[in-house]
């Protein structure tokens, strides 16, 4: 009783903190959405303080945040005059193994699936960290399989901290694509799941961290897994495109960048930059602490992970066939990271809803427009 009273307070004064919190909005709104999209904002931060001392709270050891891996390399000036470079190519798609039969029902399959990592430590100096990494070497996926059968499909990327997918894929809206026509592969994320490293204190502390190469690392693998995927879906469907939310639309959007073979890609809350992460976070303090406990400023991140920030790239499809949706009361993501993105890349369709990372008070509007967008792009 006395953490539910406690929770309350800490909501109640945190609402009233940030009932004013936002003043700068992407699009005109009404005093309804205002009201909304402050109230989100005050739900986002102290999600965020909650969220964060769960994982990383007291006696969390700030060692684990540290930079261990000589940065250097990723400041060569080939990697400005073309970003693309740090994406190497998929020639094969991989060798997928069906590993066990989820769910079945009169018309969906769920399999579990999984396949080798195409993705190779593009910086040497990362080799031996990666190698001792072994249970991210491997990658996983959940495939929803219509039975009447699709002629597209969709690579699906979870959002940061997510768990094991085989706990979560009823989250991800599966056989509501399928019902449009759409079969989807969920994948899990690098050192997420049962790709996180023994040692891991929560699901994805190693892909956002104060160690600045590895969250390099880990961009080019979540990149490198989701076009090997699209590459397997590509022998079987005639459309394939990519979705993710959060840490996943980001991993959706630098696919874009870099991956010319996909239809299309459908992005929400997503990130500019993991480099973008303002300093005063409610979200992952830890990490800033430890980026500065190894003498980094936000300059020199900016800097560092330039490869893996979407906003300096351009799309490597057409902007037409790209949708962002993003929050106006966002903490996690303040709107003016994908604001970032969205000018860069020439200004595709964006949908701006009343509303943060954690509570969305147009959603049904921002899936309708979503399910119009993907049924317009069916063979």
């Given amino acids: 009783m006395k953490k539910i009273t406690l929770l309350v307070i800490v909501l109640t004064v945190s609402w009233m903190a940030g009932a004013c919190a936002v003043k700068d909005y992407p699009r005109a709104v009404t005093t309804g959405e205002k009201m909304q999209t402050n109230i989100a904002y005050s739900v986002d931060t102290t999600g965020a303080v909650l969220y964060s ?41 991989p060798q997928v193994e069906f590993v066990s039969l989820l769910k079945e029902t009169d ?16 910086n040497p100096a990362f080799v031996p960290f990666y190698e001792t990494y072994v249970e991210n070497h491997t990658a996983y996926g959940i495939f929803c399989k219509n039975k009447r059968g699709s002629r597209a499909a969709i690579v699906i990327a979870h959002g940061w901290t997510g768990g094991d997918i085989r706990k979560t894929w009823k989250l991800e809206r599966m056989p509501e694509y399928a019902a449009l026509g759409y079969d989807s592969v969920l994948v899990q994320q690098p050192y997420h799941g049962p ?39 590509r022998e079987k469907y005639e459309v394939v495109g990519v979705r993710g939310g959060s840490l996943g639309g980001i991993t959706t959007l ?30 992952a303090p830890f990490v800033i602490e430890g980026m500065r406990a190894s003498g980094l400023d936000q300059p020199t991140v ?74 317009s792009r069916l063979p």
């Avoid at 018309?107 to 396949?115: A, M, P, R, V």
């Avoid at 996909?262 to 809350?269: E, G």
């Fill in 195 to 233: 790709r996180a490293p023994a040692d891991s204190v929560f699901s994805g502390e190693y892909f956002v961290s104060g160690e600045i190469a590895r969250i390099n690392e880990a961009m080019c693998q979540a990149v490198t897994d989701v076009r090997s995927m699209a590459a397997w879906l």
């Fill in 302 to 375: 900016k800097k560092v992970v330039y490869v893996s920030s979407p906003k300096n790239f351009e799309p490597a499809i057409a902007k037409e066939h790209v949708l962002m949706i993003a929050g106006m009361g966002d903490n996690f993501v303040p709107p003016n990271q994908p604001a970032m993105i969205w000018e860069a890349w020439g200004e595709p369709e964006i949908v701006w809803f009343a509303g943060g990372h954690v509570v969305n008070f147009e959603k049904k509007r921002c899936q309708e427009r979503e399910r119009e967008f993907l049924i």
């Fill in 53 to 93: 001392s769960l994982r990383a709270g007291p006696g969390y050891d700030i060692e684990r945040q540290k930079v261990h891996v000589d940065y250097d390399y990723y400041l060569d000036p080939k990697f400005r005059d073309d970003p693309r470079s740090f994406y190497p190519e998929i020639a094969i798609p």
């Fill in 107 to 122: 018309d969906y399959e769920f399999h579990f699936i999984k396949w080798e990592s195409q993705y190779q430590p593009q």
């Fill in 254 to 283: 630098q696919t874009a960048a870099v991956e010319d073979r996909i239809d299309f890609a459908v992005a929400w809350v997503p990130p500019s930059s993991l480099g973008d992460i303002p300093e005063e976070t409610p979200l």
